[in-house]
Structure formats: structure tokens, C-alpha cells
């Protein structure tokens, strides 16, 4: 499925975090990616050098970010709409640290929480011709389970919702404020050489450059 993804701010949207400093996750991502090839990386020294390394967006991924924001390390990539789940899932399992992440979407909603490498909770909501609502897990103290019984699945989970969640659980204001954040950032770029069918490459508006804020 490709996400309905039309701006950049809105891929930044799709969150995937591990509780590690910045240089232990960044190495730990390069060995995620080494499984596959050869990994080349640099690091990035400012936001407008991020938005570009991300762009094109494409459907298979090659370009990959680890980027300090608070005590947790974001991890990114140009797949469009894509929160790398299984990459913090990795982070987790060797260093058995906290992590967390979603998609606030308007029609893909998605809460997911790892602890110990363990995939200990995820809540989903989206519409894939109707609308599906799924839950795995305890949940956590900090959700709201009255929203889970409205009577519309489409309201279950709203965007801001998952947002709220992933902001008690890291201390992160979202949407992301760059100007508050001080760009320490590695960049990734991973090897294709096995890829039967080359990955199309999707423009999206790039509405980062005009303001600040992810919106």
C-alpha cells in the first residue's frame, strides 16, 4: 500500500524512535542495513540538507536518516509514508531499549510501542476501502480506551491522538518544531544491487523550506 503522502511535513508524520543517543542508534542502523549490502554514510549539518536527502520519496527505500531529538534517536527514510517499525524493533532487540512510534494520517492511523525488544502494543486504524480498526496487546496507562468504543471506527484513533501518545511516552513536542532542534544527524545511503525492479520515485511538495513547524 503507498501511503496518501502529498507533502513532506506530512511524511514526518509517519515516527518511529529509539530511546539510544545518537551515535550507538546510528551504528546500530548502519549494522541493520549492512545485512542487505554495502552502506555508505555522512552526516547531515542542517534541516534543509535532511529535507533533501529524503527527497524523492520513493516506494522502496534508499535513503536513510538517525537524528538526535531530545534523549531519543528518530529514525527516517524516503520510503513514502513509511515509519520504520522493524529498523527500532532491531534497536530494541540488541540493546533491550525502550522505543515507540505511529503514523498520524488522515486515513491511517497507528500507535505502536517496544520495550525490551518486545512489540508489546499496537493500536491501528485505516481505511482501505472501509475503514479497520485492530488492537494488539495491553494497553498502556497512558490511552485513552473510551476512544476505542466509538461507534465509528474511522474516530478510534485520531491523528492527534497518536501524537499525544508518542509525546508523553518521549517528552517530544509534535508536530516537530526544527528551528528548537539542533540538526546532529547521520545520513545512510543503502545498496540496490539486488533489486530486480528499480522503485519509483514519487515529487511531493517539500513545504518544509517555507516554515519551521510540521504541521
Not at 527505500?61 to 522493524?86: Q, T, Y
Request: aromatic content about 12%; some cysteine.
Amino acid at each position: 500500500m503507498i501511503r496518501e503522502v502529498s507533502k513532506l511535513s506530512e511524511h514526518f508524520r509517519c515516527i518511529a524512535l529509539s530511546e539510544l543517543p545518537l551515535d550507538r542508534a546510528a551504528d546500530t542502523q548502519f549494522q541493520a542495513l549492512a545485512r542487505f549490502g554495502p552502506v555508505s554514510t555522512k552526516q547531515l549539518t542542517s534541516w534543509h540538507d535532511v529535507f533533501s536527502w529524503l527527497q524523492p520519496l520513493r516506494t522502496f527505500p534508499r535513503h536513510f536518516i538517525v537524528a538526535e531529538i531530545g534523549n531519543w534517536s528518530l529514525v527516517m527514510c524516503d520510503m513514502i509514508g513509511e515509519h520504520c517499525l522493524v529498523d527500532i524493533l532491531f534497536h530494541s532487540r540488541l540493546f533491550g531499549c525502550r522505543a515507540v512510534g505511529g503514523i498520524a494520517l488522515p486515513f491511517e492511523r497507528r500507535f505502536f510501542y517496544i520495550e525490551k525488544g518486545e512489540h508489546v502494543r499496537d493500536v491501528e486504524c485505516f481505511r482501505e476501502g472501509k475503514w479497520f480498526f485492530r488492537e494488539r496487546g495491553t494497553p498502556l496507562s497512558l490511552e485513552d480506551p473510551e476512544c476505542y468504543l466509538r461507534r465509528r471506527k474511522a474516530e478510534r484513533l485520531p491523528e492527534n491522538l497518536v501524537l499525544n501518545y508518542i509525546s508523553t511516552l518521549t517528552s517530544i513536542s509534535f508536530p516537530l518544531r526544527f528551528e528548537t532542534i539542533t540538526p546532529r544527524v547521520t545520513a545512510f545511503e543503502r545498496s540496490w544491487h539486488q533489486l530486480q525492479v528499480t522503485p519509483k520515485e514519487l515529487n511531493v511538495a517539500n513545504d518544509l523550506e517555507m516554515r519551521d513547524s510540521v504541521a
